[in-house]
């Protein structure tokens, strides 16, 4: 994955943890960059080692800090740097949801070396759909459900979610349930 995702990792963690708590998972995770370059390409692995990392340097289970780093992606990644092509997809969360699949198309031009997972809506109604997740990696259902947190967050909307279908249980793709009330007009 692209560099800025560790760098996000690290965002996050220096922020709530400090300096020195990150060292500790670096070393636990055998990961010796000093510098992850936002737009150059790393193994998967580094990622997938420093959230291992993190999980026992903090003693909390791996999905909790996915679910933490979804929510930083969204509320301080994408909205500091990619702020306009969020407000760009939509005024809803609803709305955002359904262009999606526009937005990482467009980043996709802008980073050909991306691996974006690919999403769907189904059964949209005024306050509810199925949100269908699908990735070419493995174990990063609870980063969604941080991102669709943060993306409730974001639109000013609490955000109720089932996640009814379970890559991890066997089933085809992640999909999730998802029911929404705005807290602001
Ligand atoms: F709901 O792969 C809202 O490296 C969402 O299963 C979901 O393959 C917003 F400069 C620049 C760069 C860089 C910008 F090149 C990425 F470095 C991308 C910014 C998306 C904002 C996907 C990151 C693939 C890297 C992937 C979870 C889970 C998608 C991370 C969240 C808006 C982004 O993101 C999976 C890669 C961006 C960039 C957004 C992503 C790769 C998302 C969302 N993805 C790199």
């Given at each position: ?5 560790n ?37 998967d ?9 993190a999980s026992?340097v ?10 933490a ?61 199925d ?35 379970a890559r ?12 929404w ?5």
């Open positions: 994955m692209y560099g800025l995702v760098r996000a990792i690290e965002e996050m963690v220096c922020g709530s943890q400090g300096e020195e708590t990150w060292e500790r998972i670096k070393c636990e995770a055998g990961v010796d960059t000093d510098v992850f370059i936002g737009n150059q390409g790393y193994d692995a580094i990622t997938y080692r420093l959230v291992g990392a026992q903090l003693g909390l289970p791996p999905e909790r800090i996915l679910e780093f979804g929510e930083h992606w969204v509320l301080k990644t994408a909205r500091d740097g990619y702020g306009e092509l969020l407000t760009a997809g939509g005024s809803s969360l609803s709305e955002f949801l359904q262009n999606l699949p526009s937005l990482h198309a467009r980043i996709n031009l802008m980073f050909p070396h991306l691996t974006p997972p690919s999403f769907s809506c189904t059964n949209v109604t005024a306050e509810s759909m949100f269908h997740y699908r990735s070419k990696r493995q174990g990063l259902a609870p980063f969604m459900v941080g991102l669709l947190r943060g993306l409730g967050k974001l639109f000013d909307t609490e955000v109720y979610i089932e996640h009814i279908e991890s249980a066997g089933a085809d793709h992640d999909v999730y349930h998802l029911r009330r705005r807290t602001q007009p």
